[in-house]
């Protein structure tokens, strides 16, 4: 069951900017820059759940966004304006250098060791206190992601968070469908597994991990700072997801908020567009 009612803007398929597309094609830099606009948010989240950090998924967005400008004369409406995006997106993150989250080489057994350390007596108190559990929430998803090499990884954020169908998903990632589904499924399975045996918010077994008891040693740790949160206060369409609707591990992967692209994202493709460097859709 998922955990809050799926976000449309993430879905692959029944895209209407085709139309948007062949006027870029044409030079038409409002579509172009309309038509970016309505795969901005998607493409950084995508990006945000493959790199981690929201400083590397900024980059990496807007280096995407740009590639998707340059390669626009490629476009043949073989599948969904939001779908091909998507593909080009998913080519550069796996290509693209590791991050230094990716450099530790994180596995779920060690990842399931460090979270048995460091678990405070009793929840940590204060008026913060649910602002920084839900830090530590989403920081702990983001890090159970990177556990999953970038092949399963990328499966997995279509399949389970996105909830793209097969089709799409192996089209995004350049495979056959049953390849795609092998992938997403041993993904699911190893996901399912590590949160079913650490997380608290899923095991009721009170030796389980709990957010609100992870968050001494994460601050000590500097895995999280109390003063700049990357995720509990990052811009978002919504809120942070209700805890009590959380059932199962697609659910609390599931729910991160909605976040949006950094505006100067937006800006910065914006100049790019207005700069009247036409040529830029037809490399």
């Known amino acids: ?25 044409a030079g038409d830099a409002a579509a172009a820059e309309t038509l970016i606009g309505q795969v901005r948010d998607r ?7 493959m ?35 998507h ?22 057994e060690m990842y399931g060791d460090d979270l048995q350390h460091g678990l405070s007596a009793s929840p940590t ?3 913060d206190a649910d602002l920084l559990a839900a830090e530590v929430r989403l920081s702990c998803t983001q890090a159970m992601l990177t556990c999953l090499d970038r092949e399963h990884r990328v499966a997995y954020v279509l399949g389970e968070i996105f909830e793209v169908s097969s089709d799409d998903g192996a089209y995004i990632c350049d495979v056959p469908p049953a ?57 978002a369409h919504d809120g942070v997801a209700q805890m009590e609707r959380l059932f199962d591990a697609a659910a609390l992967m599931r729910s991160h908020p909605t976040y949006t692209a950094p505006h100067q994202i937006a800006e910065t493709i914006s100049a790019l567009l207005q700069s009247g460097d036409y040529n830029l859709f037809n490399e």
Request: charged share 25%; hydrophobic share 35%.
């Open 125 to 127: 108190a204060g008026p």
């Open 1 to 25: 069951m998922n955990d809050r009612p799926v976000d449309q803007t993430d879905r692959m398929s029944g895209d209407d900017s085709n139309d948007l597309a062949a006027a870029a094609q």
């Open 51 to 85: 790199v981690t950090q929201p400083s590397d998924a900024e980059d990496a967005t807007q280096e995407i966004l740009v590639k998707i400008l340059t390669r626009l004369s490629t476009f043949r409406g073989d599948a969904s304006f939001t779908t091909w995006a």
């Open 87 to 108: 593909r080009i997106a998913v080519n550069h993150l796996l290509d693209r250098q590791k991050s230094a989250v990716e450099r530790m080489e994180l596995t779920f």
């Open 43 to 49: 493409i950084y989240r995508l990006t945000l759940r």
């Open 179 to 235: 390849t795609y589904r092998k992938r997403l499924s041993r993904a699911r399975s190893r996901v399912r597994s590590f949160v079913g045996e650490h997380c608290g918010l899923i095991n009721p077994d009170p030796a389980a991990c709990h957010c609100s008891r992870r968050i001494d040693t994460a601050v000590s740790l500097g895995r999280i700072n109390p003063a700049s949160l990357q995720f509990a206060a990052h811009p």
